[in-house]
């Protein structure tokens, strides 16, 4: 799909860089369904996708779900009939790492291959 979605997560402890909202435009051009959106003071990136059930939700969701346990990167993920709603953002330093973005990117890919 891009090459976002290619790149390597690594390992964030707490003093890795954040990306601020004014630096990230660059991902934010790949990622074109996504936002940038402030919840708790942090900075987290969303998208809902939508379907046309709740089977093919709960298995995009399950499919995300096996992704972030291999990356060792937990996303909230949000399941309800017709719609999956995600916001990926690094806990430990509190805001955007470039893994979030990239994380996101294979989420597309996920729902680019999915039966929606």
């Not at 939508?50 to 990167?73: I, P, Q, R, W, Y």
Request: include cysteine; charged fraction near 25%; aromatic fraction near 12%.
């Amino acid at each position: 799909m891009n090459d976002l979605s290619n790149q390597e997560c690594v390992v964030c402890r707490a003093d890795s860089p954040r990306i601020f909202v004014a630096d990230s435009q660059e991902y934010m051009d790949v990622l074109k369904d996504w936002s940038i959106n402030q919840l708790d003071r942090i900075d987290k990136l969303y998208r809902r996708y939508t379907f046309t059930n709740f089977s093919v939700a709960l298995e995009f969701t399950n499919k995300v779900g096996d992704l972030a346990e291999v990356e060792d990167h937990h996303p909230v993920l949000v399941t309800e009939w017709g719609a999956v709603e995600v916001y990926w953002w690094t806990h430990v330093i509190h805001g955007l790492h470039r893994n979030d973005f990239v994380m996101a990117a294979r989420c597309d890919e996920i729902f680019c291959q999915s039966d929606e």
